[in-house]
């Protein structure tokens, strides 16, 4: 850990030292070296914070134990959350928690989670592991978490194996703020004020899990289900609709065609799923740790296909809604490897390394490109599943490299996106593969200040940039990197920290900045 702080602190010493010898010999960059240009006065879309979104299922470790252990549990904790994990996702300034599935919201049924928690049925979690869900957490151990949190709440509800009918009453019974017998029941839980649902799903993966239907089929069941969920005009949350995955851009199409026009129905944004596979082949996905630079170049590679799998669903959207009120909502995403050896293969729990923070960073900035209809994403998921901000054992808790990409750019969060473009982008290349070596993004911030974050995806050059802020005389750049050694460096429970965010400084001169990202980085720094 001391040999990365120092070798940090060193590259941006050179930083430093390059734009002082610039003072010098103006104009003395080399004409190809990269540069990036952000228009500080042209303001772009806002970047709504609950891009920044997670998801909590009933999965694995997930809910139970990684953040439910329970009122009476040794683990301190707050109405059976617990604290550390609860601090450790506040600071990361979580905005949004999507739950309970996934494949597990439809066989949910709510009614099985409310009520003294020791008289709930006992269910087998079918999707995941067939271990027994006692039903422990529902709707109001739920909203104590996202109290807890201070995050909105994204309340998946079950079209796949429920009845209309039960929809509607959990709405009901989330929202009314009459007299009715389900208001009454809420407030007989101890809920008197209606929760506050900001985004409610209508079934999930239809064309999967959640049913597996054509898309003619669930947009009429759509068009069912909703005509029945009615909630106070306060109450009333966003409706989602459970859209496609991958290449598929036939679910948005003919989403976006036969809801909202022809029935005048709620809806408000779509639902798509793409999760990273290392090797794409869902068979041998390949490892969380101790894989080979092919499998470094190739997750980067995949990941970065989100951003043309936006781009091809929102000219379907733009054609079919070119008022742009629906929402093109990623609410899954993420790493997906084969599990760590020896561990339930239904609980999907995996490593977390340097690699993952990359993934995530760029999934970030593409999302923030894509601002004016990407409105809401949730990455899965948030504890012990999948790339998970935080994995626990037994009382510790560790922060992986995700958890750090997410709090460095909490900046971001509901910022103003600024245009910017990279010129002399190197390649990243082995054997056949390339990718691109640098991407950015940059915004105005709620507190004012410009901020830029940049990716260096190369494993093994670190990469000179030069920055012009246009419009704005920046006297230098402060922030934080996240890097290593290893390309599959990570946390662990023996140590903690050793890939952890460390200070990353530069001065400008003669109006520009001078950096050396270093190889495999992630940096996110504001303009002083
Ligand atoms: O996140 C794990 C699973 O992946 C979700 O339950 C499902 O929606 C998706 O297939």
């Known amino acids: 850990m001391i040999m990365l702080k120092k070798s940090i602190f ?97 066989e949910y049924h709510w009614r099985d ?30 909203f104590d978490l996202v109290d807890l949190l201070g995050a909105d709440a994204y309340v998946n509800g079950n079209l796949g194996s429920g009845t209309p009918q039960e929809m509607a009453e959990w709405v009901e019974y989330l929202t009314g703020d009459g007299k009715s017998s389900l208001a009454e029941l809420r407030r007989k839980n101890g809920r008197d004020k209606p929760f506050k649902v900001a985004f409610f799903g209508i079934g999930n993966e239809a064309w999967g899990c959640g049913g597996n239907m054509t898309v003619q089929h669930y947009t009429s069941l759509y068009n069912q289900y909703a005509s029945f969920l009615k909630a106070p005009k306060d109450y009333m949350p966003q409706f989602i609709a459970s859209g496609g995955h991958d290449d598929d851009t036939t679910w948005t199409d003919h989403l976006t065609k036969h809801i909202h026009e022809q029935w005048n129905m709620r809806f408000d944004g779509i639902s ?17 740790l101790g894989f080979p630079e092919e499998q470094w170049i190739s997750t980067l590679k995949n990941t970065l296909r989100m951003d043309s799998l936006i781009k091809n669903n929102v000219a379907k959207m733009d054609k079919n809604d070119p008022k742009k009120k629906i929402a093109f909502n990623v609410d899954e995403w993420g790493t997906w490897y ?59 808790m560790l922060l992986t490299p995700t958890y750090h990409a997410f709090e460095m750019y909490v900046p971001f969060q509901n910022a103003t996106s600024l245009p910017l473009t990279i010129k002399n982008n190197r390649k ?20 004012g200040k410009l901020y830029l974050s940049l990716v260096n995806t190369d ?16 006297a230098g750049l402060k922030g934080r990197v996240l890097t290593a050694n290893a390309m599959d460096a990570h946390n662990t429970f023996a140590d903690p920290q050793a890939v952890t965010p460390v200070a990353f400084n530069a001065l400008a001169s003669g109006g520009k900045v001078s950096v050396k990202v270093p190889a495999k980085s992630v940096v996110v720094v504001a303009a002083e």
């Open 10 to 106: 060193a590259s941006s010493l050179l930083a430093v030292t390059a734009a002082t010898l610039m003072n010098a010999a103006p104009g003395a960059y080399a004409a190809n070296e990269v540069s990036i240009t952000i228009d500080a006065k042209k303001a772009g879309p806002v970047i709504n914070k609950n891009i920044y979104g997670q998801f909590a299922e009933h999965l694995g470790t997930g809910v139970y134990e990684g953040m439910w252990v329970g009122p009476e549990s040794p683990i301190p904790n707050t109405k059976g959350w617990r604290n550390d994990v609860i601090g450790a996702l506040k600071n990361m300034h979580v905005p949004l928690v999507r739950w309970p599935g996934g494949c597990f919201a439809d």
């Open 113 to 142: 989670g409310i009520g003294a928690r020791d008289k709930r049925p006992v269910k087998m979690n079918t999707n995941w592991g067939n271990v027994e869900e006692n039903n422990a957490v529902g709707t109001h151990e739920f």
């Open 272 to 288: 798509f799923h793409y999760y990273t596979v290392p090797t794409g082949v869902w068979e041998k996905k390949g490892l969380a």
């Open 338 to 396: 084969d599990v760590e050896p020896g561990t339930n293969p239904g609980f999907l729990y995996q490593q977390n390394s340097l690699r993952d923070a990359l993934v995530a960073a760029l999934n970030f900035n593409i999302f923030h490109a894509h601002a004016e209809r990407v409105r809401m994403t949730n990455i899965a998921q948030m504890v012990n599943v999948l790339q998970a901000m935080i994995l626990t054992e037994k009382d510790k």
């Open 428 to 447: 990243y290349s082995l054997g056949a593969t390339s990718i691109p070596s640098i991407s950015a993004s940059a915004a105005r911030a709620l507190d």
């Open 459 to 474: 494993p093994n050059q670190a990469v000179d940039i030069t920055i012009d802020v246009a419009g704005e005389k920046v």
